[in-house]
């Protein structure tokens, strides 16, 4: 088990990695391309011996990314997987099988005035981005989970309630049908 944080000596964010069965924790080395510190507002997951960051804004220009940039544990390098396709989005949910695949789901637009209803999975090994059907609701700050082998997007802002009232619901996908189905309530379920 490997635990992340993120500090910020210097005014650059950066990564550190504990290992509570060595008892040590070790910076990771800064993302080539993002010597000014980690993207802002990105999300970072792990996927089998991957760590992942996926967009989130310049800490210098602010200009929104779509960028994936993949730390490899063995190998102790960063490199650099495809981009996001389609919009650029801040703010989305994202969730990992553990093994291969990332969802990334809603999220809102780069001028923060439409939230998302798109998805889209991330193979790790084949380095492709697979568009998903659409969410039945739109959703930004959303989380996502994989439970029961399904992903679940929970919760989030849509455009009308921006930052005033959470979604009390959540979004499941069914791999069988590629069809999103609401699970309203989803709350009490998981508390």
């Not at 989305?92 to 889209?120: I, P, Q, W, Y």
């Not at 090994?125 to 739109?138: A, C, G, R, S, T």
Request: hydrophobic share 40%.
């Amino acid at each position: 088990m490997v635990t992340l944080t993120i500090t910020k000596p210097h005014g650059v964010t950066t990564l550190s990695v504990y290992d509570p069965e060595k008892a040590c924790s070790y910076d990771l080395p800064p993302i080539p391309e993002m010597v000014d510190g980690l993207p802002m507002f990105s999300q970072i997951i792990e996927v089998g011996s991957d760590l992942m960051v996926i967009g989130g804004f310049d800490p210098v220009s602010w200009r929104v990314l779509d960028s994936v940039f993949i730390y490899n544990f063995k190998s102790m390098s960063w490199h650099r997987g495809a981009d996001m396709p389609g919009q650029q989005r801040l703010l989305f949910g994202c969730s990992s099988d553990s093994e291969k695949m990332v969802l990334v789901t809603g999220g809102h637009n780069d001028d923060k005035n439409v939230a998302l209803r798109s998805v889209l999975l991330y193979d790790v090994e084949k380095d492709k981005w697979i568009v998903l059907p659409n969410m039945v609701m739109e959703r930004y700050e959303c989380k996502c989970i994989l439970t029961e082998g399904n992903f679940h997007v929970i919760d989030g802002y849509t455009t009308c309630t921006r930052g005033h009232h959470f979604q009390q619901s959540a979004e499941l996908f069914d791999f069988a049908t590629s069809q999103w189905c609401i699970k309203d309530n989803f709350f009490p379920y998981i508390m």
